[in-house]
């Protein structure tokens, strides 16, 4: 339960941001309940207020000590609890860079990152889309060769079963631990190399789920 103190009159009804106290067919709150609103506000704030009511290391905990609405001080701490909050660092987000995570583990990181994407913003990666594969092999280290490769292949009708989802990870270390990765200037990467030998479908972040 939240609203402002600012105050907007009309002949019938009066709002108070959120709360529209008044006699018309929309208003949450009857016109008799318009006087206490103010004190509402007044006594979240004095009770908000005091030492050890909110922690200093909320992020906002200045804000909500010295803002004198306590409606809104209210919404500040409940908000982030609400199923439609979005932390705006999920939105910006970049893609994941493969750095110095081995092949798995970075294609668990893209599965989930393609997965909270989903979840916010409702795009889908298709691993059967030219787009969003390359989107994919341009996070891995060496991804112009890794890319080269790719294309040399993509359009084989026998090689198709190579860029699928379960099949991906082991199509790019046969390519890391051929002769011709090499001779392009390719560098194996210690983790690529020790686990090459032992390369196996990936799991998605489903599995994990």
Not at 34 to 47: F, M, R
Not at 75 to 84: D, E, G, R, V
Not at 116 to 141: A, M, P, V
Not at 188 to 198: D, E, I, L, W, Y
Request: aromatic share 12%; hydrophobic share 30%.
């Amino acid at each position: 339960m939240y609203a402002g103190l600012r105050r907007a009159s009309t002949s019938r009804h009066v709002l108070y941001d959120r709360f529209e106290c008044g006699d018309a067919p929309k208003a949450r709150v009857p016109k008799f309940c318009e006087s206490k609103v103010p004190q509402w506000a007044a006594i979240l704030h004095h009770h908000l207020k005091r030492d050890k009511i909110i922690p200093l290391s909320h992020p906002q905990a200045n804000e909500i000590k010295h803002n004198p609405n306590g409606y809104e001080v209210l919404m500040l701490l409940m908000y982030p609890y609400h199923p439609q909050f979005t932390d705006n660092g999920i939105l910006i987000r970049p893609h994941p860079q493969q750095g110095r995570h081995s092949l798995e583990e970075h294609f668990r990181r893209c599965e989930f990152y393609y997965y909270e994407q989903r979840c916010y913003l409702g795009t889908d990666h298709n691993w059967k889309d030219d787009i969003h594969l390359i989107r994919f092999l341009d996070s891995c280290q060496n991804a112009d060769i890794l890319r080269t490769l790719y294309n040399q292949e993509k359009h084989v009708p026998t090689c198709q079963y190579k860029f699928k989802r379960e099949r991906i990870v082991a199509t790019l270390k046969e390519y890391i631990m051929s002769p011709a990765f090499v001779l392009m200037g390719g560098r194996p990467s210690v983790t690529s190399a020790t686990q090459g030998s032992r390369a196996t479908a990936p799991l998605g972040y489903d599995a994990f789920c």
